[in-house]
């Protein structure tokens, strides 16, 4: 089946692609104007070209491949367990009110509580492997998709479960078939938010410690090696994970997300 | 539209009432809700029996009870005293023997008009087959053959509302209540709904109660109208309509449609001044009440 998403007309997608681009030559271009006109020294701010070199460098003789390996297990351990999470206890929160009642206030306040804090604390009770670094990711990421969910469940049109409580739903047909596909875009919307934040809580759980990843990268990079160079080339890879991830969550989005009238 | 070989085209006439069971039965219903702590009387006492394949309007002013009636003899309220029997046998919860179209279509938007018909089949568990032949008779039974794929958005007002109708359809229910179900519609499209309708009961053979606020369709359509007085509801009147069927706008005799329609605006306007203000002139699809037969 061929998706209806791709634009049928070449213009339509050359519009879609050549102002991004031309923002992103104009980006680079002003970059290297001001490492030119400054004539900052490479170890405060390298230039893109030199940045880019960096970068495949890096890619080619294997220094950055198992950060990010290690970097994207973090991601995808974490955020399915906490977007899993988020979205169990969203459910429950928007359906049962003495869940509401007992739950809410804890949630604000660990939510209140910034990951950064957290993330020594929970490096010293679990140290600094998969299991701690996703730890941290999946916290950072069950919040807004419990809110999400939450917010999006209770927005159900009532109407719609009493029609079909009038057929004799069981409660798992009700969320298979009611629930769910009714809330799937405020879900997705939470879920949209909870992948960027979840790269944001690996580089943070990887700070606090660890032998590999791109957060401990950036730190060798600017400690030990002294490569700003290559800690450039590792945030550009940070910042292209961002968005590839948050690019899935928007294919899923157009494929499933049906807005409701 | 064709007829289907094996099915009497002709509409039945009125139900004979031979002592079989009847298709509802109220006995001493009544229902309440809590309304800032305190109980609200909704339904007071109603006893009422309908007999099979017949079709009954009710009609009251405004708030009165009728919709919530239709909920409770459909399950999905219970009674709090009382009981509800459909041909013969109680009705606890919401009941396949019983199939309620809303006042609004309430189709889910995701899926297609053939989806959404086939929502009641999924859920009692039946195979696909199934689903796909059952489905297929009722798009067409509801005149939506060519529509089956499309979203509830891509459909106008009264294609909606005919999917709606036919997913009430789909377990073959004895019993099919209707909540106002065309007064979104504008009159000239409600008067060809009320024909469709009047055709759909001739081959479905079910039984039919309506709520409507429109005397003239309650005596276009209906066996018998009861007239329900401001809550909490109670029995006002129990107006037979004397009309022989098939029945078409137009063709209908003048003299009974317009005693019959006079008899119920009495009823009503005996039950409140209120009451007939509602069915005199809130009725936009009917705006003169002396017209009473489109």
Request: with cysteine; glycine share 10%.
């Amino acid at each position: 089946m061929n998706s209806p998403h791709w634009g049928p007309i070449p213009s339509v997608r050359r519009d879609r692609v050549v102002p991004p681009l031309l923002a992103l030559v104009a980006f680079l271009a002003g970059w290297q104007l001001l490492v030119f006109v400054g004539n900052y020294p490479t170890f405060i701010l390298p230039g893109p070209v030199v940045v880019g070199r960096r970068f495949v460098v890096a890619w080619t003789d294997g220094t950055l491949a198992p950060h990010v390996i290690a970097t994207l297990a973090e991601i995808g351990l974490g955020f399915f367990a906490g977007a899993l999470a988020g979205m169990l206890t969203g459910y429950v929160l928007a359906r049962s009110r003495l869940a509401n009642r007992v739950l809410s206030p804890y949630l604000v306040a660990a939510q209140a509580v910034p990951i950064l804090a957290l993330a020594p604390l929970i490096a010293l009770w679990f140290g600094s492997g998969l299991f701690a670094h996703s730890m941290i990711v999946a916290l950072i990421v069950f919040f807004p998709v419990a809110v999400s969910t939450m917010v999006a469940v209770r927005g159900v049109d009532r109407r719609l479960l009493e029609m079909a409580r009038s057929y004799r739903v069981t409660r798992g047909q009700r969320l298979r078939m009611v629930e769910l596909p009714a809330a799937l875009p405020g879900i997705l919307g939470g879920l949209r938010i909870g992948v960027t934040l979840a790269v944001v809580g690996a580089i943070v759980a990887e700070w606090t410690g660890g032998e590999t990843g791109l957060g401990v990268l950036i730190n060798l990079a600017r400690g030990s090696l002294f490569d700003i160079p290559l800690m450039f080339a590792a945030l550009l890879t940070i910042a292209l994970i961002g968005v590839a991830l948050y690019g899935v969550v928007l294919l899923v989005e157009r494929r499933y997300a049906i807005p409701a009238s | 539209m064709s007829a289907e070989p094996g099915r009497a085209l002709s509409e039945p006439g009125p139900p004979a009432r031979d002592g079989s069971v009847p298709a509802i039965r109220l006995d001493g219903v009544r229902f309440g809700f809590k309304i800032d702590g305190r109980q609200t009387e909704v339904i007071g006492g109603l006893h009422l029996e309908i007999a099979p394949r017949s079709i009954v309007a009710l009609v009251g002013p405004n708030g009165c009870g009728k919709s919530t009636l239709l909920r409770v003899i459909a399950g999905l309220l219970p009674a709090r005293t009382g009981t509800v029997e459909v041909e013969g046998r109680p009705v606890a919860g919401p009941d396949s023997r019983v199939g309620l179209v809303f006042q609004e279509p309430r189709l889910l938007p995701w899926r297609s008009a053939f989806a959404n018909i086939a929502f009641p089949l999924e859920v009692a568990g039946r195979d696909r087959d199934a689903r796909e032949r059952r489905v297929t008779d009722l798009l067409g039974l509801v005149g939506l053959r060519d529509w089956s794929r499309a979203r509830p958005a891509e459909l106008s007002g009264g294609m909606r509302q005919r999917v709606a109708i036919a997913r009430a359809l789909a377990l073959e229910p004895a019993v099919l209540l209707l909540d106002e179900p065309f007064s979104a519609l504008d009159s000239l499209t409600r008067e060809r709904f009320n024909v469709e309708l009047l055709r759909l009961w001739a081959r479905i053979g079910a039984t039919i109660v309506l709520v409507t606020h429109s005397i003239a369709e309650a005596v276009f359509l209906a066996d018998r109208v009861l007239v329900l007085s401001p809550r909490p509801a109670q029995l006002v009147a129990d107006v037979a309509v004397d009309l022989a069927r098939p029945r078409l706008p137009g063709d209908l005799d003048a003299a009974t449609v317009t005693r019959t329609a006079a008899e119920i605006r009495a009823h009503l306007q005996g039950a409140t001044d209120d009451a007939f203000a509602v069915a005199a002139g809130d009725v936009p699809a009917h705006p003169q009440p002396d017209q009473a037969i489109p």
